[in-house]
């Protein structure tokens, strides 16, 4: 509102203090302790638990572990992605009120390399403990293990080899997921920052090309990704909304991590153009995808119970009928519908930064849970559960994505000063 | 003096000049009947000293009473007055009255809202909006002050108040 004729800083840097570091730091060793302290527990305690042995397989303490790397990875993967995902938005609807944070959403792509290699690395790794479909007797018509159904659908992993063998279309499809994503994240990255120095709208148009193809791209790469990550987990089980639940679950989390780091940034004294208005808007964001993700989720899980078709049913039965799981589902509603909707529901909540930095940390630790159950029941079945293994890989992880994103943030201006619609920005009003 | 019947009314040709004027006319200690304007103009609101609507209430009531609604209408269809066996379930299921209760909430909470709102600015049906200045549907924003408000003043003194603060008219209006 107004004519301010106010000089901000815009060549402001974000300093990396190392006392900041050291927090970080600290929480990653407690982390790292913690789920030293949850292995050694599993190791020593349920080790050779062979009672309780899932399909014929034994069930060992280092699945779980395998099933909680990949559930945070998979998150976090998310969560990065979904930074350059909204960066590329505020381009392709030519958002102005965003100018002055769009190197905080885009500096989340900076975790995507590490979550690449670390991805990719792990499969080769943890991928038979956690895939069913990676077993080859399924595809042997001679083995008492035949599964016709997982037959029909092995081209989808292991065309044009053999199935069985490697699963060369799946390895593929995640090497150029990522590849793709990261392609983008730097040719984006670049545009950004070859406009500090070259001013102009020329920048802003390349950067708006871009974006636009960049979304294209992740329209569809994000439900495949989804589909090999995740929803083949549960190698027979299928659902058509599954895409886009998992891309519900990231985008809420990416936004609560974004609005996070915004508050942070504004609350040590950077970002002075950032105003109750922009705060508002990142909150209306985290409010109105917290619905949008529950739609996404009451949908798929009403049209199975509606129908109760044995074969859909049963993921849901998986999760609702067990002891160790069926709590978690109304945590998952609880924190991702219930708290932010009835929280974040008056304007008051979404400019004061006190609720949303509560809120969007509840959010945040609600789509991990959210991620739990899509991970835990169709990989350790009854032997899953929240446990310190969880909590502290949870923490680690959460730990070294902030690393990495802060470290990245320090390095270049906070501002990308020379952007066509910053003055647009100040003034705005909600 | 009667009160809300005889104004005097300042024309003005561009929204910042009337946020700049809205402030000068406050600050002089007179009090502001209401502004009429042909478009929206952001922080209108704050300088003349608003309160936050309370129409965001009203959506919630309306809101709430439809997902009641919803939910005992269905309730008593579903269980009470014809019980029905549909797929299966339970005849009170559920997860089966979410997609009704969530039409019905957001029903009656955005025709309660527009109602509220309807009649809180004397726009409904039987009321008699008052037109100070036909011009405010086209280009000019207007500035209405109640003389019998501002009876301590007399009407040459608002009139220079009103033109000292970029008016590019000042007229009177009186409504019977």
């Known amino acids: ?430 | 003096m009667e009160r809300d019947k005889n104004f005097i009314l300042g024309v003005y040709d561009d929204e910042d000049v009337l946020l700049d004027a809205i402030s000068k006319v406050r600050g002089s200690g007179v009090k502001i009947h209401e502004v009429y304007s042909p478009f929206p103009v952001h922080g209108i609101d704050d300088v003349l000293g608003y309160k936050r609507s309370k129409l965001p209430i009203a959506a919630f009531l309306f809101g709430i009473l439809g997902t009641t609604l919803a939910l005992v209408m269905q309730f008593y269809m579903m269980k009470i007055d014809w019980p029905m066996i549909i797929g299966g379930k339970d005849h009170a299921a559920f997860p089966d009255f979410i997609p009704v209760t969530f039409e019905l909430t957001v029903l009656l909470a955005a025709f309660g809202m527009v109602g509220v709102f309807m009649i809180a600015s004397n726009l409904k049906p039987w009321g008699q909006p008052r037109i100070f200045d036909i011009r405010i549907t086209d280009d000019k924003h207007v500035m209405a002050i109640d003389l019998a408000v501002n009876s301590s003043l007399e009407e040459s003194q608002l009139s220079d108040v009103l033109k000292n603060s970029g008016a590019s008219e000042v007229n009177f209006k009186s409504f019977e």
């Open chain 1, 1 to 430: 509102m107004g004519h301010s004729t106010t000089n901000y800083n815009l060549d402001q840097k974000f300093d990396f203090t190392a006392g900041l570091k050291k927090s970080i730091l600290t929480v990653l060793i407690i982390g790292a302790v913690i789920l030293a302290a949850g292995i050694l527990m599993a190791a020593l305690g349920g080790g050779h638990d062979e009672a309780h042995a899932e399909g014929g397989h034994a069930f060992h303490w280092y699945q779980r572990l395998f099933a909680n790397l990949w559930i945070n990875n998979v998150y976090f993967t998310g969560i990065a992605v979904i930074g350059v995902f909204f960066f590329a938005i505020q381009y392709a609807a030519q958002a102005g009120w965003s100018a002055p944070l769009l190197r905080i959403f885009l500096s989340f792509g900076y975790w995507l390399p590490f979550a690449g290699v670390i991805m990719i690395v792990s499969y080769f790794i943890v991928g038979h403990d956690i895939f069913h479909w990676t077993h080859k007797s399924l595809f042997d018509l001679s083995s008492p293990d035949y599964d016709k159904i997982i037959d029909g659908k092995g081209a989808f992993f292991f065309w044009p080899l053999e199935k069985g063998t490697f699963p060369a279309f799946f390895i593929i499809r995640m090497v150029f997921f990522f590849g793709a994503w990261v392609l983008f994240f730097n040719k984006l990255k670049n545009l950004s920052y070859k406009e500090d120095i070259n001013p102009g709208n020329q920048s802003w148009f390349q950067i708006r090309k871009w974006s636009a193809l960049f979304l294209v791209f992740f329209a569809v790469s994000s439900s495949i990704s989804a589909w090999d990550w995740v929803m083949s987990i549960d190698t027979h089980w299928f659902s058509t909304m599954f895409g886009w639940y998992v891309f519900a679950s990231w985008f809420v989390a990416g936004l609560s991590a974004m609005t996070l780091v915004t508050i942070f940034l504004k609350e040590r004294g950077y970002l002075e153009m950032v105003n109750a208005n922009h705060i508002h808007d990142m909150g209306k964001f985290v409010f109105a995808f917290s619905i949008f993700w529950t739609y996404i989720w009451f949908s798929q899980f009403l049209l199975i119970y509606y129908a109760n078709i044995p074969e859909e049913s049963v993921y849901f039965i998986e999760r609702m009928e067990s002891d160790v799981y069926s709590p978690f589902i109304f945590v998952n509603l609880a924190l991702n519908f219930f708290l932010p909707f009835l929280v974040l529901m008056t304007r008051d909540a979404k400019r004061h930064g006190i609720f949303l930095k509560v809120i969007c940390s509840l959010i945040i630790l609600g789509h991990w849970f959210d991620f739990f159950l899509m991970v835990q029941p169709g990989t350790l079945g009854q032997n899953g559960g929240f446990g310190l293994m969880e909590f502290g890989m949870l923490l680690v992880f959460g730990s070294l994505v902030t690393y990495v994103v802060l470290n990245n943030l320090s390095k270049r201006n906070l501002i990308a000063k020379n952007h066509p619609m910053l003055e647009e920005s100040y003034h705005h009003q909600i």
